[in-house]
């Protein structure tokens, strides 16, 4: 199946300073890229749509000018946590839409963000 | 909106019976229904993905069903061992594509 890497997979970071995520599509072009975000115990939660060369359209509630995405191929996407505070710490998950008319979602592995 | 709710929450059996996870969405307009195994502190696995058009697919020992028009789908595990414990995540992709999780059953086998 296809494969979607992320890097880091854990980092620790300081409040106030920024960190960047990366999503890697490894053997298929990906038209959409997702970011979820995941806290102890619950559920992922969609944070925002990412698409090749355009804006992130962004869920309710998730602030964009914290969170910033840019998908600036059809096989990477950054997830910048900008300004981190502590209850930014979380478990961060991407995933890709392949362009195979399936539409089946791959899951990165994940990035667990602690700040200190 | 669309919302997917996971009956039971946690779930604790012992180790060979057969087990029925239920998932139900709210908007049937969807591409897709997918089930997922994440294990503490890891990353997803996924199991089965079912497409709108089809009505079950299956695994090894995990069958999942999906009703569209009622807005259910069940994963049945036969013959459960302990390495089957984990959470277990009902995903439903809908319009743009988005994929909206259930909160998810935490099921324990026990040896």
């Known amino acids: 199946g296809a494969v979607v890497s992320q890097h880091p997979s854990r980092v620790i970071c300081k409040s106030g300073t920024s960190v960047k995520i990366e999503c890697r599509s490894l053997?298929?072009?990906?038209?959409?890229m997702f970011w979820y975000r995941q806290f102890p115990k619950k559920s992922l939660m969609l944070m925002a749509t990412s698409n090749e060369g355009s804006k992130a359209t962004y869920e309710q509630g998730v602030e964009k000018d914290k969170f910033l995405i840019n998908h600036a191929s059809l096989t990477l996407s950054t997830l910048t946590v900008t300004s981190a505070h502590p209850e930014d710490s979380s478990f961060y998950i991407c995933s890709a839409r392949g362009g195979d008319g399936n539409n089946e979602q791959f899951f990165g592995p994940g990035t667990r963000l602690t700040v200190l | 909106k669309q919302e997917v709710t996971q009956i039971p929450a946690a779930l604790s059996v012992p180790e060979g019976e057969n087990l029925v996870l239920n998932c139900s969405f709210t908007?049937?307009?969807?591409?897709?229904l997918q089930w997922f195994r994440q294990d503490p502190g890891k990353g997803l696995t996924s199991l089965l993905l079912?497409?709108?058009?089809?009505r079950e697919q299956t695994s090894g020992r995990l069958n999942a069903s999906l009703d569209k028009s009622s807005g259910r789908s069940t994963l049945y595990i036969a013959a459960s061992q302990p390495g089957d414990s984990a959470t277990y995540l009902c995903?439903?992709?809908?319009?743009?594509?988005?994929?909206?999780f259930g909160a998810g059953t935490r099921l324990f086998v026990k040896a």
């Open positions: 053997d298929f072009q990906a038209t959409t």
């Open positions: 995903a439903v992709m809908g319009g743009g594509f988005k994929t909206i």
């Open positions: 908007d049937s307009a969807i591409y897709n």
């Open positions: 079912i497409q709108s058009s089809q």
